[in-house]
């Protein structure tokens, strides 16, 4: 019975963290979110929603960016809670944490420069580090978390698949509560439909599905799921891959209502990377277990008693600044892709005017049209800045058509012509 006790409350604290990190996210503007649902209940809600909620130095605080900020509080809150099992320091804590969220900021940053927008960037070398005009991509945020874990597991010797399995429960609550800021930010809409939810997002004609947040849905309720799992203490890697199998496989059916292209076996580019999740997630639940079965491996480790590893309050007090700076640092980036800043959101805010911070930007118009569809921005937005990307991942006639698509809709900044030529 004290054992039951003890683990309902651990997921009664663990929800009501989220519900904390939620009422920070909205802490500034929360009554008109309210004011907004609110009006969405009867019918379908038109999506105007202020993406700015303050401006500090010449910089404009974005909810896109405070979802990485929650995230990160997210994460350190719950290796805090569970540093015992993990056999960590409060420094150690700090210092995985860190691992991370510098991971993410620099890959994502990265790999949306060079992969994804080089064109405009290599250009514009003195655009790079100027994150307040947007730009960060979703595999480099995801390969730039696990690449700070393993390199923190490498520093602190710590066993990479019990740190993971811990983590895979904060990530799901992180991926739940970011979906929000490019709920707001107007990111990643769905197909046109007549349902009473539906949405007119700022940047797409027609009502659409709100897929973004069926995918934040989603996320959220992974978590009690791996809780129940991780209840049953599994062998190592079992949560993380349970993690990676769900989050692939429920996703599947959501993106179903996403309006992408279509390209392998009429099914959209999104689908092929769940599929991959979920078939390696079912083949890392096999080789987990039949290790554990063979002896290899042990079910994830009880409580520590031991005696605690002597902290050094200097370096603490150092590490505590850094991490403030960091929780801050990503609060001035205003979305996924770099655009301009003045031109995309003017409407939705009130005296947002070009500056030195915020000039124009050509790459803009090769994302923001009227006549476009969505599906020719995401294109335009994720690989005409690329030529060597398109040219890999799509065929000779595929271009063609998207050059005369592009052409219909009155695309002038297109460079389809130029990766076809190529």
Not at 24 to 29: G, R, T
Not at 37 to 57: C, E, Q, R, S, W
Not at 114 to 121: R, S
Not at 195 to 213: I, K, Q, S, T, Y
């Amino acid at each position: 019975m004290k054992k039951r006790i003890s683990i309902n409350a651990n997921i009664f604290e663990f929800f009501i963290l989220i519900f904390s990190a939620i009422a920070l996210f909205f802490y500034f503007e929360g009554y008109r979110f309210g004011k907004i649902l609110a009006h969405t209940m009867p019918g379908p809600f038109i999506h105007n929603i202020d993406p700015i909620y303050a401006k500090v130095g010449g910089f404009y605080l974005w909810f896109y960016g405070t979802s990485f900020t929650v995230g990160f509080l997210e994460v350190f809150f719950w290796l805090k809670r569970t540093r015992k099992q993990l056999e960590m320091s409060l420094n150690e804590v700090y210092s995985l944490t860190l691992f991370m969220a510098i991971g993410v900021l620099l890959c994502g940053r990265m790999v949306e420069v060079i992969f994804y927008e080089w064109e405009y960037y290599g250009s514009h070398l003195f655009h790079i580090p100027a994150v307040w005009l947007g730009g960060m991509s979703t595999h480099g945020i995801l390969f730039g978390g696990i690449l700070g874990i393993v390199l923190f597991c490498q520093v602190y010797r710590k066993s990479f698949l019990v740190v993971a399995d811990v983590l895979a429960i904060a990530g799901a609550a992180v991926m739940g509560i970011a979906r929000i800021g490019n709920f707001i930010d107007g990111q990643i809409v769905g197909s046109v439909t007549d349902v009473w939810w539906a949405v007119r997002f700022p940047d797409a004609e027609g009502f659409r599905h709100a897929v973004v947040l069926y995918d934040g849905l989603k996320n959220i309720m992974l978590i009690p799921l791996l809780l129940l799992i991780r209840k049953h203490k599994p062998p190592r890697g079992v949560i993380m891959a349970h993690f990676i199998l769900w989050y692939g496989f429920l996703r599947i059916p959501i993106d179903f209502f996403r309006e992408y292209r279509t390209e392998l076996y009429g099914l959209p580019p999104g689908q092929e990377f769940n599929i991959l999740m979920t078939v390696l997630g079912i083949v890392m639940l096999f080789w987990f277990y039949r290790k554990a079965q063979r002896g290899e491996d042990d079910a994830i480790p009880s409580v520590s008693k031991g005696p605690q590893r002597i902290e050094s309050s200097r370096l603490l007090n150092l590490k505590r600044v850094v991490f403030i700076i960091v929780l801050l640092f990503p609060t001035i980036i205003p979305s996924d892709w770099t655009q301009d800043i003045p031109k995309r959101y003017g409407k939705r805010h009130d005296g947002l005017n070009y500056s030195i911070l915020y000039p124009k930007i050509e790459a803009a118009d090769m994302t923001k049209t009227s006549n476009a569809t969505e599906t020719d921005k995401y294109l335009l937005r994720k690989k005409f800045f690329s030529p060597m990307i398109s040219q890999k991942l799509y065929p000779a006639s595929f271009l063609k058509y998207l050059e005369i698509s592009c052409q219909n809709n009155n695309l002038k900044s297109v460079r389809a012509d130029y990766i076809y030529q190529k």
